[in-house]
């Protein structure tokens, strides 16, 4: 068990405002993965980190910051949140060991409702 | 410009029987195909991957083919049971992308009884 903790795991927020989501790790992994799970589309990557205080933009990363200021704690803000950000947020690690075949271990996910 | 695709959303089948899981792709240069399976209210989880390299990879049940000239590969599992009954995801990645995984939309498995 690769001892991911997402929080919170459901919320409710209102339009225009700003929402933080945490991932929580415990073995000090170096990468970390914020995706998006939206019915027709799968899992789109937000943005991800290579380290503490590297990070960059996946494919949907429009409306969505993230910071990572300990190797633990890779967190995502939405600043003004939106309806079209009402979605099921994953965060997910690199397990990294040998050759890199792109397992992630995801964490159980945080649904979002924006209303 | 969907990379991975999964044309069928969901997909019923006997306990016992194959089901086979289908998944194309467009990118070349994808080096490494993984299959995930999600329950509901739950992560994904890690099933089996396969490298570009190859063309058969074999766990247990599940077994992945891959047709590099089809740009193709499928998800085998036999025998059905009804806790396969699950969300299946395709992904894939470059040798260049590290562990950033580009996904199909997923097929909804249902395994009845």
């Known amino acids: 068990d690769a001892g991911i903790t997402q929080s919170p795991r459901h919320k409710v927020t209102e339009t225009g405002t700003p929402v933080t989501l945490r991932c929580h790790q415990t073995?000090?992994?170096?990468?970390m993965y914020w995706y998006r799970q939206d019915p027709g589309h799968g899992l789109r990557l937000i943005h991800y980190?290579?380290?503490?205080?590297?990070?960059d933009k996946g494919e949907v990363s429009d409306g969505y910051s993230v910071s990572r200021s300990k190797t633990e704690d890779f967190l995502l803000t939405l600043e003004s949140a939106t309806s079209s950000q009402t979605s099921v947020y994953f965060c997910?690690?690199?397990?990294?060991?040998?050759?890199?075949?792109?397992?992630?271990?995801f964490g159980e996910g945080s649904r979002l409702t924006v209303l | 410009d969907q990379q991975v695709k999964q044309n069928s959303p969901s997909l019923s089948v006997q306990e016992g029987r194959i089901s086979i899981l289908n998944c194309d792709y467009t990118?070349?240069?994808?080096?490494?195909f993984l299959w995930y399976k999600k329950y509901p209210a739950e992560g994904p989880t890690f099933l089996i991957s396969i490298s570009s390299i190859k063309d058969k990879n074999e766990d247990g049940r599940f077994t992945v083919f891959l047709n590099k000239s089809a740009k193709h590969l499928s998800l085998h599992i036999v025998p059905s049971q009804p806790g396969d009954s699950a969300v299946y995801f395709c992904?894939?990645?470059?040798?260049?992308?590290?562990?950033?995984?580009?996904f199909g939309e997923g097929t909804q498995l249902t395994v009845n009884p």
């Open positions: 073995e000090n992994h170096r990468y």
């Open positions: 990118n070349s240069m994808f080096d490494y």
């Open positions: 992904a894939a990645k470059t040798g260049t992308s590290g562990s950033r995984l580009t």
């Open positions: 997910a690690i690199s397990l990294g060991t040998g050759e890199n075949t792109g397992e992630l271990f």
């Open positions: 980190s290579y380290g503490v205080k590297d990070t």
